[in-house]
């Protein structure tokens, strides 16, 4: 993916017909960022970068990696770092399943979702030590329902397409192989045997760190947009009063691009439904519900998967949720009086863990777009500025993907015209009253 900077930063502005801030001198352009893994983490450089990055979730430190491994000086800004606990990618685990039947665009989810499962395995054999604990566990993943749904069903054809295992089990079939799940009025069940679950903070701390391993650097500091030069933006100006200059920005703000960006977002985005997750105590000394014994699922109304080596939070359930429109303020644990819902959803399907205790809560903000697909696109008033984030609930499985991809975009490698065009801003928007997010899906 390896550019010449400058030819970067002419394609990537292409049009604008303006000097680029950052742009490298002759000199500084041979001189490839090198790699200095002893690079003390927060530590600014005084450089002025050729990209910076706005957002250290899975969309921006995924891309943060990929620009810098392409041959870019990249500065990554996080209010809160990396990982934070407010952030959606901040969650202890993260699923990575790919039976997206029930999503328009729920065949390309799928692909980029099956790449991404080699790709998490890929990142462990490489970066997998005692210092960085394995992220990914294939668990698979088993779907339950009434009946054979439509969304089932297209999730069959969508493997058909892409040549995916699975298996369509019956409930009988279900209760033999994973003695600890009951099937009360399930009548079909499809297994998909290379999902998994990934310790998705752990996941971006690691990435965060392999970034500043090769050259990047991160700090921890609120961006605002800065000056404008026509259709070039100048400088984001950070919480600490300076103005930091790039020739290229890229904003992943996650759920906070309804307050960074409120004119353009406007009823494209809404980022005010807030999910619920528990982490429930397993027996004691009982392996059954921990990985590799018990399958990851989703059940009318749930996901979730069980209590995972290296980690021992619990056995997870994502059930229900509630409104909040501010990410600063928003309250990050599930009140008691919300605890009832998982525990009927438990008594049903594992009844040996719905009287235990819970040991964790979590509750983070969905980031949901009228185009119901992800946002990765030009910012239209500016030839300088991406936008990359409305990952639903979903995108933190494709995020070894998605970073290659967006920076792809920025490079002007990504050339595939359906599919970019496929994650446009648009003019899609949400209805008065339309709700962005069903709860119990
Ligand atoms: C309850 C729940 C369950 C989910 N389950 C799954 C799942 O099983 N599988 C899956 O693939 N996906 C799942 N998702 C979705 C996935 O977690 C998100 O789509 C993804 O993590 C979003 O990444 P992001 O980078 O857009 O946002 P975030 O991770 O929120 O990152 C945005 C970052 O931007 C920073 N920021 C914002 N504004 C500024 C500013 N002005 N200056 C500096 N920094 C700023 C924030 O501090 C934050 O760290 C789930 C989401 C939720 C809420």
Redesign the pocket.
Known sequence: MGIDRRDFLKVATAGAGLAVAGTPTEAESTERPRANPRRAPFVRSGQIPDVVV???????AWTALNLQRGGMQVTL????GPG?S??????ET???RSSYGGVAVGLQWAEWAIRSMQKWKDWDDQYADSLLPRLYYESGDIMMREEMSPSMEQSMVNWDLLGHPYEVLTPEEVTYRWPMIQTPEMGAAVFEPSAGVVRARRAIESVARVFQQEGGEIRI????HGDEDGRMLENVHLSNGEKLEAGMFVY?????FAH?LPELMGNRFRANAV?H?YYFETPPGDESYRWPNCPSYGVPGC?GWPALPDDNRGFRI?TGGARGDNPDESVRWVPEDRHERPREILSKFFPALAGGIINETRA????STASRNFIIDHHPDFDNVWLA?G????????GPVLGEYIAGRIFGTETNEELNASFALGDATYDEGEEDFDFDD
């Not at 800004?77 to 809160?80: A, E, G, N, S």
């Not at 500091?221 to 605002?224: E, G, I, M, N, W």
């Open positions: 706005v957002g250290a979730g899975n969309f921006g800004l996080d209010q809160y934070n407010k952030s959606a990618s901040g969650g993260r699923g990575v500091v609120k961006a605002t992943a703000a996650g759920a906070w960074f999910g997750v996901t994502r983070c903000h969905y980031s984030g990952g639903q609930a979903e995108s933190f499985k494709q």
